[in-house]
């Protein structure tokens, strides 16, 4: 597989197998990072019931101090992580392959504020608004179309509807509106 094809955006139809990879892969991570781990939950559209997806299981683990990306490193040398990078200030960013294709994603943030985080108030809005479901499936097969070989530009096409259900998730628990894209 060529380095392009390795980052083709591929939705498929969601398949209740992704839960049942994220418990085999949680326990996994809990005896890699254990005692650093304080949560670890299932996120990304693979979280989602009946959500199209790329088949990549997004992971989102809480530490109880976020420490230097060497020692999460080291932890993980031999779990088939390698540490992809920050992107955002206050967490790390792993990625798992298998054949030349990721499998995995694995964000590290600290404990304070990991459920108030965007990314599972997002999870959470569109598990509890099935509408939204239906409505994020159809942008995400037209951006794969827009933008197959175009990981960042398919990221951007989403950003204004994310933003939107994060809004509403963020109201609706009475917690201040912030910028996807700012943490």
Do not use: C
């Amino acid at each position: 597989m060529s380095a392009q094809q390795h980052y083709l955006v591929n939705i498929v139809p969601y398949s209740s197998d992704w839960s049942m990879e994220f418990d085999k892969e949680k326990e996994r991570l809990l005896g890699i990072l254990a005692p650093h781990i304080a949560a670890i939950e299932h996120t990304g559209s693979t979280s989602i019931p009946n959500q199209d997806a790329k088949p990549i299981i997004d992971i989102s683990a809480a530490v109880h101090t976020l420490l230097d990306k060497q020692i999460y490193e080291n932890l993980l040398s031999h779990s088939g992580y390698r540490y992809i990078g920050a992107f955002k200030t206050g967490r790390h960013f792993f990625a798992k392959e298998h054949a030349g294709t990721r499998t995995h994603h694995l964000h590290i943030f600290p404990l304070e504020g990991f459920y108030e985080r965007n990314e599972l108030l997002f999870r959470d809005y569109l598990r509890a608004h099935p509408d939204f479901v239906i409505q994020y499936g159809k942008l995400k097969r037209t951006l794969a179309e827009q933008y197959p070989s175009d990981p960042e530009g398919y990221t951007r096409g989403k950003t204004d509807f994310i933003q939107r259900v994060v809004d509403l998730a963020r109201t609706e628990r009475g917690l201040p509106l912030l910028n996807v894209w700012v943490d």
